[in-house]
């Protein structure tokens, strides 16, 4: 149900969108009126409260691809039904108005004192507000149609349920809640909830993911089942929620600052002009909760580089002179006042380094996905003073080009040409079960014909000669064996190993492993491995 309002505006004036409030029918409207159940209401309120009630699911449920309920109603009969409480809602006693499933109906509109008490309506419509908050418990009505259940409405993680009938509410309505729920979506700067502890507050996200995405009205019901079958991860999926898309542009949208351009601005119905997030000042490092965003003021620190490093996320970097970098993993740029290479920085190693200019004072936005991110911002008085264990020149003379990166970051399953694997599907890495996942570059799976018995292999090659300890560790009988890298694992499973999916990872920056799992052999594995980088580093 949608929380109180501190200050509900019952007096009419706004003009609202047509589909919104759309004539219902006489036939429709007698039928309503004659049906209203509850406390007794002038004949002019429960005419306008049908009226509102059959515009509002006739364009809701269209908008959302689902059949519209049934517009014609009798108690206990699967259309809506609309009754005047005597009390107040015992569980939100400060709520106008909530959606209820009884008998056959999934859409009983309940509307307590706090609003029909004060209800005044002007020119047959309800005034801006109470039309607001019974579009949302609309919104909760086409919820349940799909979930079949009022329990599932309350289990269900308030994100989901309040979150996306607010969005939906307000986007029906066309204009924003008194007051709005933009700025806790902003605020507080750090640390920023996750999205899965929101409720109203989502807002931000779903319009977010709208603004990257496209319009979530043709994927919402789908979400809603997708909830029901996969939990929280499936709806935010369905949504594309989870793309690589939303998360790199999470972070800047919170600065909403509309001279900077997207990603560094935020987008939606009903969104307060100004509003932002006000950032921390003086954060090098630290974490974020899974699902979250944060803007860091001007890092300090002393020397001419800065290398950020984000695990987890991304990080993105902006100045006031319009200097920008997005989608950082790990980023070196270069802050000297007095000067910054012209193109490249040089390492002890002859390898050379890019290093962009951005100013002495920026503005650092970094983001997670399904997993807590971890980042941390350093300063060096040259590239050879960055420690070799993070080091950009310290690559193992890779051959790969940053254009095949990126290509590759695109197709991953391109590498599992020639046949290698027949039934190679691209996925995003945040879809996977595998918990180092990187939320960057590329992830292709593919289904054995056989069960995955005691014989499962499990090998690794990395691309960047950094072994993949975490992950052979967790099987008996684990050892080294020779491969592309530094070091290649490879471990034999006892018993049968359930849940475990094959799949190629492929590394396309420090923190990524080319892995191949599902071989017949360590030597079949590794070979594979070899191919797949051979390409990467042809292209």
């Given at each position: 149900?949608l929380?109180?309002l501190?200050s509900?505006i ?16 006489a036939?429709?409207l ?23 009630m059959?515009?509002?699911l006739?364009s ?7 059949p519209v ?5 009798t ?11 005597s ?13 209820e499933?009884?008998?056959a109906?999934p ?17 047959g ?8 908050i ?5 919104v909760?009505?086409y ?5 079949g ?20 509410g ?10 709005s729920?933009?700025p ?7 640390p ?20 990257v ?11 809603w ?15 594309g ?26 987008r ?9 997030s006000?950032g921390?000042f ?5 974490e ?7 803007l ?5 620190g002393s020397?001419?580089l ?8 991304y990080?993105?970097?902006h ?25 490249d ?5 002859g390898t ?12 650092l936005?970094?983001?997670s996905?399904a997993t807590?991110?971890?980042?941390s ?6 590239v ?6 993070i ?8 051959p790969?080009?940053?254009s095949?990166l ?5 197709d ?11 039934t ?21 799976e ?24 975490e ?14 890298g ?32 599902g071989g ?5 594995v590794?070979l ?10 042809a292209?």
């Amino acid at each position: 149900m949608l929380a109180a309002l501190a200050s509900l505006i019952l007096a009419a004036g706004l003009i609202l969108t047509p589909a919104s409030r759309a004539a219902p029918t006489a036939a429709q409207l007698a039928n309503c009126t004659a049906n209203v159940t509850g406390v007794a209401q002038p004949a002019a309120v429960k005419r306008v409260f049908c009226s509102e009630m059959v515009a509002g699911l006739s364009s809701i449920g269209a908008r959302l691809g689902l059949p519209v309920i049934p517009l014609t109603s009798t108690p206990g009969a699967d259309g809506f039904q609309i009754e005047f409480d005597s009390s107040a809602d015992p569980a939100e006693p400060t709520a106008e108005a909530g959606a209820e499933f009884r008998g056959a109906s999934p859409c009983l509109m309940v509307v307590f004192p706090r609003m029909w008490k004060s209800l005044k309506p002007a020119g047959g419509r309800l005034a801006a507000m109470a039309h607001l908050i019974l579009l949302h418990e609309i919104v909760h009505c086409y919820q349940g149609v799909v979930w079949g259940s009022e329990e599932i409405d309350k289990t269900a993680p308030r994100f989901i349920a309040e979150g996306s009938a607010e969005y939906l509410g307000v986007e029906a309505a066309g204009y924003g809640d008194t007051p709005s729920w933009w700025p806790p979506w902003f605020n507080p700067a750090s640390p920023q909830p996750s999205l899965l502890t929101r409720s109203y507050d989502a807002i931000g996200w779903y319009a977010l993911v709208a603004q990257v995405e496209g319009s979530l009205w043709p994927r919402m019901a789908g979400a809603w089942r997708s909830f029901l079958t996969g939990g929280a991860s499936a709806f935010i999926h369905a949504l594309g929620g989870d793309s690589k898309g939303v998360e790199t542009a999470w972070g800047p949208s919170l600065a909403n600052n509309p001279g900077w351009g997207s990603p560094w601005v935020s987008r939606g119905v009903g969104l307060p002009h100004g509003a932002h997030s006000a950032g921390v000042f003086g954060r090098v490092g630290g974490e974020l909760p899974a699902w979250s965003g944060e803007l860091d003021q001007d890092p300090p620190g002393s020397g001419r580089l800065v290398l950020v490093r984000v695990s987890g996320g991304y990080g993105a970097v902006h100045d006031a002179s319009g200097h920008k970098l997005t989608g950082i993993v790990d980023q070196l740029f270069c802050t000297d006042p007095r000067g910054c290479p012209v193109k490249d920085e040089t390492c002890h190693n002859g390898t050379s380094i890019t290093v962009p200019r951005v100013d002495g004072k920026y503005l650092l936005a970094v983001s997670s996905g399904a997993t807590e991110a971890h980042f941390s911002v350093g300063r060096y008085s040259n590239v050879n003073s960055i420690p070799a264990d993070i080091s950009p020149c310290e690559n193992g003379g890779s051959p790969i080009a940053k254009s095949a990166l990126t290509r590759f970051a695109e197709d991953p399953c391109e590498l599992l040409s020639n046949g290698d694997w027949d039934t190679a599907t691209g996925i995003e890495p945040a879809e996977s079960n595998v918990a180092l996942a990187s939320p960057q570059g590329g992830l292709c799976e593919w289904q054995l014909s056989e069960p995955v018995e005691t014989d499962f292999l499990l090998g690794q090659a990395a691309i960047q000669e950094r072994p993949w300890l975490e992950l052979a560790g967790g099987y008996q009988g684990a050892q080294a064996v020779g491969g592309l890298g530094e070091q290649a694992f490879c471990a034999t499973g006892h018993g049968p190993v359930q849940g475990l999916v094959p799949a190629l990872y492929i590394e396309l920056n420090s923190d990524w492993y080319l892995g191949v799992s599902g071989g017949s052999s360590c030597a079949a594995v590794t070979l594979l491995g070899q191919r797949a980088y051979a390409r990467v580093a042809a292209a």
